[in-house]
């Protein structure tokens, strides 16, 4: 379909409150989510949620592709999955802080307080209910696209402004940074 725009922070757009979609198997709606794919496949992103291109609706699309699970980690890769009003529920209350980044967030990375377990409720655009049980990484990326839906940047979660830095700081100039299997699976 189309790669497009990626909103950046400061676009007052990344700050509103998505609205629900009301058909998920509208003809629209698989258009969005091409529209998604293609521009994270061109920016070489694993997750983007719809107010990110300028498209106030709860919709995010997601991967973990196995180059990005730490060697000895439990999680196995989870592919393209696209999701529709996507609810967290916390499981517990304990947190963990994973180094974050954001694609409107370019050259950025934050440690942000997130649950370490989550239940998350959506729908596919084939209009399916499905529950999955997340942790660790799986569970922190969840949460932050989620948070583009509330209108919510990670910067407003960090809690120490020390843990918030250049991509090039944290990671050296490879850009991503190596999280230990303890971090990535929520140990």
Known sequence: MAIRPILKMGNPELLVTSRPVEDPKAPEVRA????????????????IAAPQLGEPLRMVLYCIPASRIPEGSTLAPVPWTAMINPVIEPVGTEEAYLWERCLSLPGLYAKVPRFKHIRIHFQTPEGEQVSRDCSGYHSTL?????????????????????????????????G????????????
């Open 32 to 47: 969005l989510f091409q529209d998604m794919l293609d521009t994270l496949e061109s920016v070489k992103g694993i997750g």
């Open 142 to 174: 969840l949460q932050h696209e989620c948070d583009h839906l509330e209108g919510r940047l990670y910067p407003s979660r960090i809690t120490n402004p020390t843990d918030f830095a250049f991509v090039s700081e944290v990671c050296g100039e490879g």
């Open 176 to 187: 991503v940074y190596k999280y230990s299997v303890e971090e990535f699976d929520g140990h």
